[in-house]
């Protein structure tokens, strides 16, 4: 079995975003983060925008519920609400991408949305807070004095995002094949770690 499909989802500060770059970059084969935005825009014919504030807005659990919950009263696929309409574009574009070929999707419920696919391995990345707030000032830029609340919004909207539309609880270990505290190792031997779970994965 040749084919090779990562999922990375992370918490913010933990480096899942590099750790996914660098992976799809050993093993060359396609990395999508935001360039995943790019081809639902493409294909879906929403806006990149809109598409990337759809994750934003789910820091309010519930405004985010209510708004989901609601249809437009129409028939047919019209009558989902906008919030169901762009993960239905966002899910049928991720299994389009895992069955052209390999490739490292970061984010965006790829976990769920391959759920059941044997060439698949979804990873989870954490960290400890100081760590997580270290890499973020660091190497993202954030300033220091609201790196707190970014981190702690960020990965509130992906938790909420991520429960209602998958019904699961985001980070928890029975959702992935791999979780790894990114605080302890480096990146690239977090990288040869995965490539080396994968290849055992699906072979043995």
Not at 153 to 171: I, L, M, Q, V
Request: net charge negative.
């Amino acid at each position: 079995m040749d084919k090779k499909i990562i999922t990375i989802s992370r918490e913010f500060g933990s480096g899942g975003r590099l750790i996914g770059k660098r992976l799809a970059e050993k093993l060359e084969i396609p990395y999508y983060d935001k360039e995943l935005l790019d081809r639902i825009a493409e294909e879906s014919g929403f806006s990149k925008e809109m598409l990337a504030e759809a994750e934003k807005k789910a820091k309010n659990g519930f405004l985010y519920s209510l708004a989901s919950a609601m249809g437009t009263g129409e028939a047919g696929p019209e009558s989902l609400s906008l919030n169901e309409r762009f993960f239905l574009a966002q899910f049928d574009t991720i299994r389009k991408i895992a069955e052209e070929g390999s490739c490292v999707i970061v984010g965006r419920c790829a976990d769920y949305i391959l759920r059941g696919m044997p060439e698949a391995t979804n990873v989870f990345i954490y960290a400890e807070e100081a760590d997580k707030i270290k890499r973020a000032v660091q190497e993202y830029g954030v300033p220091e004095d609201s790196v707190r609340k970014l981190m702690k919004d960020t990965d509130k909207a992906r938790a909420n995002y991520y429960a209602y539309h998958t019904g699961r609880k985001w980070g928890e270990h029975v959702n992935y094949n791999l979780s790894i505290d990114s605080g302890y190792i480096e990146i690239e031997d977090i990288v040869d770690l995965i490539i080396k779970y994968t290849d055992v994965k699906l072979y043995k």
